[in-house]
Structure formats: C-alpha cells, structure tokens
C-alpha cells in the first residue's frame, strides 16, 4: 500500500479508491499516488514520489496541455480516450481528469489527475447493452409463447375464430 506523507493525511480516502490518482505540484513532480495509481502505470510510490510527472509515464500532448492549463489558469479538464505511455513502453488508453486543487486543502499539491482505464468504462457500457438485449429477448420469447399458445385467427377445423 503507498506510504504517504503525513502532510497528505487528508487525502487516505484516496488509498481505496479504484481510479488512479496522483497528486502532483507546481513543478509537476508527484507528491503522492495511490494504490490504483501503481498498479496502473506499474510503479512504485517510493520510487515515484517527489520524481517528474514526466520520469513516471509520458502524458500526450493532449494531457500536457490540460496540466499545463491547469497550472497557469487553474483550470480543469476530462478528456476520454487520451492516451499516456508508461516508462516501461506500454501504452494505455484512460478517460483522465485534472482538478486543480486549492493550496489549503494540500500544501504545495497545485493539481489532482485522476485516471481510469477504459476498459473498465467499455465493460460496463458492454454490460448495460447486454441486459437490453436480454430484456428484449426475453419480451420476444414471451411474445412468441403467447402467440404459440394463442394463434391469431387460426381454427384447426377451417372455420373463422369467434
């Protein structure tokens, strides 16, 4: 579990979090990530903490900008689908957010960037299409049942249904 300083104590909620997040300050250099965070970008908090964003994955040109803007205009971002590349080579897709973070909430944190993989995002929209397609089948089987069961205007001796 990442070991954190004690002046981000506030932020231990963050530890059970399944997004990966990162605090990051005005040099963007990492003051904390969470477990979620190793594991996605596949370091360690030791190794990580008080290191360049950059010495941790690269961000795109995209997430650059945001984090850039985040810095100098206090601005947020999200962006889906951004792409990041781990410093072992690896690429990963992830919806990402930057939130800039007031100074009292964390001295010397400017930025949180929170990261989900999309695969998480595109499994569940999967699973919600799924459970349309089986409440649609199951409506088409009930329907058919009932018309099996029931014929419409069918009378085996040739005669017209009363």
């Known amino acids: 579990m990442a070991t954190m300083n004690a002046s981000y104590a506030s932020f231990a909620g963050l530890d059970l979090l399944a997004s990966a997040v990162l605090l990051i300050d005005d040099g963007l250099l990492v003051?904390?990530?969470?477990p979620a965070g190793e594991n996605l970008l596949a370091v360690s908090s030791r190794v990580v903490e008080g290191r360049p964003l950059s010495a941790v994955c690269k961000p795109s040109l995209t997430l650059q900008t945001a984090l850039d803007n985040g810095l100098a205009n206090n601005w947020g971002y999200t962006g889906q689908n951004i792409e990041l590349q781990r410093i072992d080579g690896d690429k990963l897709n992830l919806n990402c957010t930057v939130s800039p973070l007031r100074p009292?909430?964390?001295a010397g944190?400017?930025?949180?960037?929170?990261?989900?993989?999309?695969?998480?995002h595109l499994a569940a929209t999967r699973e919600e299409r799924l459970?349309?397609?089986q409440q649609a089948n199951r409506e088409l089987i009930r329907n058919l049942a009932h018309e099996i069961k029931n014929p419409l205007g069918w009378n085996p001796w040739g005669g017209a249904v009363a």
Not at 31 to 34: D, E, G, K, P, V
């Open 31 to 34: 003051r904390y990530i969470n």
């Open 104 to 106: 009292e909430i964390a």
């Open 109 to 120: 944190v400017r930025l949180l960037l929170e990261l989900q993989p999309i695969q998480h």
């Open 131 to 133: 459970i349309e397609q």
